[in-house]
């Protein structure tokens, strides 16, 4: 007999050797578990709309990850490691 279907989702968030905390979500059938629907509704519909994980990034952190894939092609080109410090003046926060 099939196992019925969960209706919630469990992340498990710890803190290095410290806290643990359990968030229980409901259960969303879409792409990355609903997170495209949900990103899509704050950007086009909603950019008010609360951001309670705090997971939204800002322009420098999409920024900073760009200059990670354009690190890791030229280390991957060169052989060698390649450091973001060496591509742009941007500084890690």
Known sequence: ???????????????????????????IEADHFGGDL?????????PSQPDPLHQAASVRDGAMSVLIGIAARKSIDKGVPVKIADLTSLKPA
Do not use: C, S
């Not at 410290?18 to 409901?26: A, C, H, I, T």
């Not at 949900?38 to 909603?46: S, W, Y």
């Open 38 to 46: 949900l990103m899509k509704e704050k950007i086009f519909k909603d």
């Open 1 to 27: 007999m099939k196992k019925p279907a969960a209706k919630e989702d469990e992340i498990q968030i710890t803190d290095n050797f410290g806290k643990v905390e359990y968030l229980r979500l409901p259960r």
